[in-house]
């Protein structure tokens, strides 16, 4: 299903994915739900622009990082340096110090940058896209250009896991990230072919697929956590066919249409629930404690608020000069 050359089941992974992280930043008191949504919900992200990646691509090296710059880099920068100034700003944060955030921003991003979220995937997304392309366009031969690709990713595994190194700007998850990116520029092809349409099949695979990352070790690309490198890649590829065949699914039912768009609606928009997601957590927590709520309708009211003004945003952004500030 396509419309306005969009994918819209992709949209709708992505969408999901959105949703997970957030209330996995929200956090809920069950740790089976953390380690089951970061066995993929980030990583997914990489192997969707892998897939999404077009090949005939006519732009010049120097000019698409140029393009990636102003898609994600600007973005990135912007709300970081607002965030910053809230958080020392006023009783929203707990960050010391404007010396040291920026430290942090410029750096190892991937840890104390004050109401960022998921702001330190920007960096690795940006990385990762632009190493992708350097590659693409340097290594015509399809086994070296794969080869160089996996040894990255190799390489950024190994860099968190055996030799506790963090290069700034989330290099290393970028390095890793690569070779996911790779993973879905092969998927690219056999995408039509990755679709279960009998429900039955469906719910089997999807609760195959939860004992299966449930079974593995705890994953986290933030944090360069990779116990099972196997294990990651399959899990990553397993989550993709089992929530592009749920969302392919959903997508059928009419009656379900507004909940599709709403969802979509996130996928489509991602950047703004990227950018923004941590800090209207922080900002309707502070609201909603000032009440004596029961810690599970806390929950519940924190992640409709999250998600339903993201929605908002999202909607607003995309016809007015909002969109400037990210990255479109």
Same mark, same amino acid.
């Not at 750096?107 to 990385?127: D, E, H, Q, R, Y």
């Given at each position: 299903m396509k419309t306005n050359d969009r994918i819209e089941y992709i949209d709708m992974v992505r969408g999901i994915c959105i949703i997970y992280m957030i209330l996995g930043h929200i956090g809920f008191p069950s740790p089976y739900f953390d380690h089951y949504i970061h066995a993929f919900h980030m990583p997914m992200f990489f192997l969707i622009s892998?897939?999404?990646?077009?090949?005939?691509?006519?732009?010049?090296?120097?000019?698409?990082?140029?393009?990636?710059? =102003?898609?994600? @880099?600007?973005?990135? #920068?912007?709300?970081?340096?607002? $965030?910053?100034?809230?958080?020392?700003?006023?009783?929203?944060?707990?960050?010391?110090?404007?010396r040291s955030g920026l430290y942090y921003i410029f750096?190892?991003?991937?840890? =104390?940058?004050? @109401?960022?979220?998921? #702001?330190?995937?920007?960096?690795? $997304?940006?990385?990762c896209n632009s190493l992708f392309y350097i590659l693409f366009r340097k290594i015509r031969n399809k086994t070296i250009f794969g080869i160089t690709s996996i040894s990255l990713m190799i390489v950024g595994i190994s860099l968190s896991k055996y030799f506790n190194i963090n290069l700034w700007w989330s290099l290393n998850s970028a390095l890793v990230g690569l070779g996911i990116y790779y993973l879905g520029y092969l998927l690219k092809k056999e995408l039509n072919k990755v679709n279960f349409n009998n429900l039955v099949l469906i719910v089997i695979l999807f609760l195959l697929h939860v004992l299966i990352i449930l079974k593995t070790s705890y994953v986290n690309m933030r944090t360069g956590s990779y116990p099972n490198v196997i294990m990651f890649t399959l899990n990553i590829l397993s989550s993709f066919v089992v929530y592009t065949s749920i969302s392919r699914k959903l997508l059928q039912m009419k009656y379900l249409k507004p909940l599709n768009k709403f969802i979509m609606i996130l996928g489509k928009e991602s950047m703004v629930s990227l950018c923004l997601n941590q800090f209207l957590i922080v900002l309707f927590g502070n609201i909603y404690g000032m009440f004596n709520f029961n810690v599970n309708l806390y929950r519940i009211l924190l992640s409709v608020s999250v998600i339903m003004t993201l929605v908002f945003i999202s909607k607003i952004s995309k016809t007015t000069k909002l969109k400037k500030l990210f990255g479109r």
């Open positions: 892998g897939i999404l990646f077009k090949a005939d691509c006519e732009l010049g090296i120097f000019e698409y990082i140029k393009k990636m710059i =102003k898609k994600v @880099i600007i973005p990135y #920068l912007f709300w970081t340096f607002i $965030f910053l100034i809230i958080d020392n700003k006023t009783c929203l944060g707990t960050f010391s110090g404007i750096t190892t991003n991937n840890v =104390k940058v004050p @109401i960022a979220g998921a #702001l330190w995937f920007l960096t690795s $997304f940006f990385f």
